[in-house]
Nanobody, 113 residues
Framework: VQLQASGGGLVQPGGSLRLSCAASGNIFSDEHRGWYRQAPGKQRELVAGITSDGTTYYPDSMKGRFTISRDNAKNAVYLQIDRLKAEDTAVYYC????????WGQGTLVTVSS
């Protein structure tokens, strides 16, 4: 199974971004999918998770500006980030929850004016 994130880029503070995650290989539709991020000098952390039936969950620190969604027909997961802040600058990854597959390259999100 490979999970590849895309959609990152340079965004001004206050802007929005939508990240996409495409899956290839055998992945079970009943598995939880998630978005993670790793900021420079920090550990990778969970940003959002979603169950197979679309139930979403977020760590308390991530509630409010992040929205995860999935399209089971496309085997894809998305992350909408609104009101971006400089501290959101990080490499964003998608994986299962818990992260049992190999990490892909991720997609870099840079928030700067």
């Amino acid at each position: 199974v490979q999970l590849q994130a895309s959609g990152g880029g340079l965004v001004q503070p206050g802007g929005s971004l939508r990240l996409s995650c495409a899956a290839s290989g055998n992945i079970f539709s009943d598995e939880h999918r998630g978005w993670y991020r790793q900021a420079p000098g920090k550990q990778r952390e969970l940003v959002a998770g979603i169950t197979s039936d679309g139930t979403t969950y977020y760590p308390d620190s991530m509630k409010g500006r992040f929205t995860i969604s999935r399209d089971n027909a496309k085997n894809a997961v998305y992350l909408q980030i609104d009101r971006l802040k400089a501290e959101d600058t990080a490499v964003y990854y998608c994986n299962l929850v818990p992260p049992t597959t190999a990490w892909g390259q991720g997609t870099l999100v840079t928030v700067s004016s």
